[in-house]
């Protein structure tokens, strides 16, 4: 490793990610804290790379406490590996990072509340782990995230009502979990694009407020302990082509706004206590 990049190298955007690298990620990555690009020989070819991306290979052991000290960090990849252990709370110093991927790895324990102060991220993917424990209601300090992902984990508890407070927030991907409790009526402010909290415990109503997020193209809800009747309001959501709303305990009657959503493809309601008739509206979803 060279200690600063020559401003005469070429600078090489594409890293390390999509390669077979094996073993851990080298402690000494930390000595270059005041560095913006990373570099690493490689068979005599000095690569730059504007953040340490080693995205999609196979990695193993913890993610380095020491990687807190590269400061001036706008990208930080290490998902698609098999990197194990916790996340270091130590990572709350790097409040420059704009993308934070760690997906589908075997990570575990909690996320550490101190992620809120990393203010300036906007992707957060920390799903297809095996964390736990409660999603940190200081993520609601995320006024710049636009992607929050952290299915297919084990995290309990309650979804925070501070993440409304995600001003930004486009894809919010929450499911298969063990979450419980209610879906908090302030998602209905947020400009999200894909909302999917299927496969967890919630349970309570469906918030009539979804309904305002007319940007919506995905909304799954299903497998989880929902109850009352569907929210007329969801026939708003004219940009919908999946709604998935199945295997919950919802009754009353299928709301014939549905009528509205005709870009629909995915339509699922079985397994709940509906009752009343099939609306003639839905004749006109010509697409599911």
């Not at 913006?36 to 730059?48: D, S």
Request: proline share 5%; glycine share 10%; aromatic share 4%.
């Amino acid at each position: 490793l060279t200690s600063r990049c020559k401003p005469s190298i070429i600078v090489l955007r594409r890293a390390l990610d999509g390669n077979q690298l094996s073993g851990t990620i080298p402690i000494s990555l930390a000595d270059l804290e005041e560095l913006e690009t990373l570099c690493v020989v490689v068979l005599l070819l000095i690569m730059c790379w504007h953040s340490p991306n080693l995205y999609e290979n196979q990695l193993n052991g913890s993610i380095p406490a020491s990687l807190g000290n590269l400061v001036n960090l706008g990208i930080l990849k290490l998902g698609r590996n098999k990197l194990g252990g916790s996340i270091p709370s130590s990572l709350d110093s790097l409040v420059n990072l704009r993308t934070l991927l760690f997906d589908h790895n075997d990570l575990n324990g909690i996320i550490p509340s101190s992620m809120g102060k990393l203010t300036k991220l906007q992707f957060l993917y920390l799903n297809d782990n095996q964390l736990n424990g409660s999603i940190p209601s200081s993520l609601g300090n995320l006024v710049d995230l636009t992607h929050l992902q952290l299915d297919g984990n084990q995290l309990c508890g309650s979804i925070p009502s501070t993440i409304g407070g995600m001003r930004s927030l486009r894809i919010l991907h929450l499911k298969i979990n063990k979450l419980t409790g209610e879906i908090p009526e302030e998602l209905g402010s947020l400009p999200l694009e894909s909302l999917l909290l299927r496969d967890n415990r919630l349970n309570g109503s469906i918030p009539a407020s979804l309904g305002n997020l007319v940007n919506l193209t995905q909304l799954y809800l299903e497998v989880n302990h929902l109850s009352g009747s569907i929210p007329a309001s969801l026939g708003n959501l004219v940009n919908l082509t999946a709604l998935t709303l199945a295997r919950n305990n919802l009754s009353g009657i299928i709301p014939s706004s549905f009528g509205n959503l005709a870009k629909l493809q995915i339509l699922y309601l079985y397994d709940n206590k509906l009752s009343g008739t099939i609306p003639s509206s839905l004749g006109d979803l010509v697409n599911v």
